[in-house]
DNA sequence: CAATAATTGTGAACTTAGTCACAATTATTA
DNA sequence: TAATAATTGTGACTAAGTTCACAATTATTG
C-alpha cells in the first residue's frame, strides 16, 4: 500500500460496485469471497480488484480469499458511506422527484432532507413525505441543517446560477443532471443521461464494422 | 486520419460534448470556432479536441478553426444522429415516467415510441402522449415496429430477466439504470446514479486531505 | 508434517489515453 | 506581395491505467 496517493477516479468508481457486490454477497449468505469471483460477477479481472484495493491497505488472506463482513466495513470507510449523508434536491420536475421517490438512496446513506423548486405553483406540494419549499428558502434551510451534498436538477439555464447560490452556502459536492459543464471549485459528479444516448447510438452504428 | 480504428470510449463521450457545445455555438450565431474556445467552454485542452477529430478525418481549416453548422453535420454523422432512433422504455415507474416527459431525448433523435410494465394496473394510463403497455406486449409491439434501443428502468432483480427478452427480440442497444451488471452481448450504457453519489461521497471526504 | 492447492499483494511490463510542440496552411495587414 | 498572426493536424512524448506473473502466505490433504 502506498499513503497519500491520488486514487484514479476509475478505481474510485469501481469501489462502489465492489461495494454493491460484497453486500449481495453478504445477503446471499457468504463469508469469504475470492477477487476472482467479484471479478466474474463484475466481468473484470481479479488483478484489477486487488490492485484498487491495495491502494487502500492489505484486507484479504492469502490462500482464502476476503471476509465479506469485513470488507465491506473497510469500503464503507474508504468510500465514506459509514456516515449519512444529508443531500437536498433543486428543481422538482421528472428528474428531482425521482430521486426523492427512490429509496435506494437512502439505503446507501444519502438522506434527502429537502426538495427545493422556483415554480410557486409546485412550493407546498408533497412527494413523499417531503413538502417542496421555494427556492428563496433555502438560504434559511441552509442555516438550520447541515447539508452536504446538493442536486442540480433544473432546467441548464438555471443550473449555473443555483451552483453560484450553493456554492455561497458551502455545499460540499453536488451531483448535476442537467446538460451542461458547471464552472464551479465543488466536486462535481456528471449525469449525463443524452450522452448516455449518444455514447450507444455510437456504439451500435459500430457494431457491425468491427 | 488511421482508418478503420477502434476509438477509446472516452473519446466517443467526448464527441458528444462536442456536438453539445457546437449546437449552442451555433445558436449564439457564430460562424466559425477554433478548438481553443471549445476547449475553454468545456474544461478541457483543445489539442484533446483537434486529436479526438483527427480519428474521423480533417474538418477544420488551418489559422481559421472550425465552420460550425459543418463540424455537426461531420459530428452527426460519426456519433449515428443523423437519423432517428427508436427506443422504448421497459418500467414505467420513476425513472422511466422521467424519461418519456423529457423533451431533450426526442431533439437528440431519441424517440419514445413505447412504454412496457408488469404491473397490469398501470397498464393503459398515459404518460404524455404514450399508453402504457403490459410487457406480454412487446413482442407483437416488435413484430410491428422497428426497435432499436431498449430502457431498463425496472427494479434490479428484473433487470436481467428483461434484458434477455430484449436480446431475443433482436433490439440493438440497452441503457440501463438498474444497479447490476447485466450478461448480454448486446451493447449496454450504464446509468449508475448511486454510483455517481458515492464516488462523490468519497471525493468530498478527500477535499481536506489534499 | 510435508506436499499440494488456493489465493493474495505487488513490482514490472504493457496498453491506453492525453499533452506537447511544431510544420503546414490560411487569412490579414502593411 | 512579404511579413505577421492564427490555428489545424499529427508524430513524438508523457502520463495514467491495466494486466501479468510470481513470491509469500494460508489452509487442506494424505
Ligand atoms: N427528465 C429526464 O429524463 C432528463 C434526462 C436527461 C437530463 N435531464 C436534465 O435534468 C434536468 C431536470 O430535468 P427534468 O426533466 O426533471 O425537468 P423539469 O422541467 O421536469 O423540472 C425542472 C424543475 O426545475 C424547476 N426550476 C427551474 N428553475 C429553477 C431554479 N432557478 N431554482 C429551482 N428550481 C428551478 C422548475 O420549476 C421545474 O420544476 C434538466 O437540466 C434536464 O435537461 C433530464
Ligand atoms: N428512481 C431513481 O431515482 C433511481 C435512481 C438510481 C437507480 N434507479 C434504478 O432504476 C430502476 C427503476 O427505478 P424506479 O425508481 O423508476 O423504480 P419504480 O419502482 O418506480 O419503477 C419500476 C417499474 O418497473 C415495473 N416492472 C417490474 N418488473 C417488471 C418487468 N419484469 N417488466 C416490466 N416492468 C417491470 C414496475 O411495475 C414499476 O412500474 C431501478 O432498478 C432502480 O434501482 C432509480
Redesign the interface.
Known amino acids: 500500500m502506498k499513503e497519500d496517493q491520488?486514487?484514479p477516479?476509475p478505481v474510485?468508481?469501481r469501489?462502489?460496485?465492489y461495494?454493491?457486490c460484497l453486500n449481495k454477497l453478504y445477503d446471499e449468505g457468504i463469508e469469504y469471497v475470492a477477487s476472482k469471483d467479484i471479478a466474474s460477477?463484475?466481468?473484470i479481472k481479479s488483478s484489477q480488484i486487488r490492485k484498487d484495493l491495495s491502494y487502500f491497505g492489505e484486507f484479504g488472506k492469502r490462500g482464502v480469499g476476503y471476509n465479506v463482513e469485513n470488507l465491506i466495513k473497510k469500503l464503507e470507510t474508504?468510500?465514506?458511506?459509514d456516515k449519512n449523508?444529508n443531500?437536498i434536491i433543486i428543481g422538482a420536475g421528472?428528474?428531482g422527484?425521482?430521486?426523492v421517490?427512490?429509496p435506494?438512496?437512502k439505503k446507501?446513506?444519502?438522506n434527502i432532507i429537502g426538495v427545493f423548486d422556483a415554480d410557486r405553483s409546485k412550493v407546498g406540494k408533497k412527494i413523499g413525505k417531503l413538502t417542496i419549499q421555494h427556492i428563496s428558502q433555502l438560504h434559511e434551510f441552509a442555516k438550520k441543517n447541515i447539508i452536504?451534498?446538493a442536486v442540480i436538477a433544473v432546467p441548464e439555464n438555471a443550473a449555473q446560477m443555483v451552483t453560484e447560490e450553493l456554492e455561497k452556502l458551502g455545499i460540499?459536492?453536488?451531483?448535476n443532471f442537467a446538460?451542461v459543464?458547471l464552472?464551479t471549485n465543488i466536486?462535481?459528479?456528471?449525469?449525463?443521461?443524452?450522452?448516455?444516448?449518444?455514447?450507444?447510438?455510437?456504439?451500435?452504428?459500430?457494431?457491425g464494422s468491427?
Chains 1, 2 share one sequence.
Open positions: 491520488k486514487i477516479n474510485v468508481r469501489l462502489g460496485l461495494y454493491r460477477r463484475l466481468g474508504i468510500i465514506g458511506v449523508w443531500v421528472n428528474i422527484s425521482a430521486l421517490n427512490y435506494g438512496l446507501e446513506k444519502f452536504e451534498i460540499k459536492g453536488i451531483v446538460p459543464k464552472r466536486p462535481v459528479e456528471e449525469v449525463d443521461i443524452t450522452l448516455s444516448f449518444k455514447t450507444l447510438a455510437f456504439k451500435i452504428g459500430r457494431e468491427r
